[in-house]
């Protein structure tokens, strides 16, 4: 049973900083690409930032670009959000999510097969 686990949402200042995790259990965490997807209210969910299975290569949507950065740790089957410099718009629910195999991180959240619960992350202003 594949479970993914997210935590360190919260509620922030714009201008703060959150990190989110995401533990991964019942599959095969070292060989798969993940990534972060957010959901605001009244919109589609979108992709943040995504991570190869090794971590040599990383992926950011254009309006995160400088301010967040994904990595992991196949150690401890567990994939990471740093937040900084965080606005407004950054409010959503996110998810962390899994790519089957090895696959190339993408944008398209319909090629993510497994999902986590989100965690809500609030930015005031």
């Known amino acids: 049973q594949v479970q993914l686990v997210e935590s360190g949402g919260g509620l922030v200042q714009a201008g703060g900083s959150l990190r989110l995790s995401c533990v991964v259990s019942?599959?095969?965490?070292?060989?798969?690409?993940m990534a972060w997807l957010r959901q605001a209210p009244g919109k589609e969910r979108e992709f943040v930032a995504g991570?190869?299975?090794?971590?040599?290569?990383?992926t950011y949507a254009d309006s995160v670009k400088g301010r967040f950065t994904i990595s992991r740790d196949n150690a401890k089957n567990t994939v990471y959000l740093q937040m900084n410099s965080l606005k407004p718009e950054d409010t959503a629910v996110y998810y962390c999510?899994?790519?089957?195999?090895?696959?190339?991180?993408?944008?398209?959240?319909?090629?993510?097969?497994?999902w986590g619960q989100g965690t809500q992350v609030t930015v005031s202003s």
């Open positions: 999510a899994t790519l089957p195999g090895s696959l190339a991180v993408t944008p398209d959240r319909w090629h993510y097969d497994y």
């Open positions: 019942g599959l095969t965490f070292s060989v798969s690409t």
């Open positions: 991570i190869s299975w090794s971590g040599g290569s990383t």
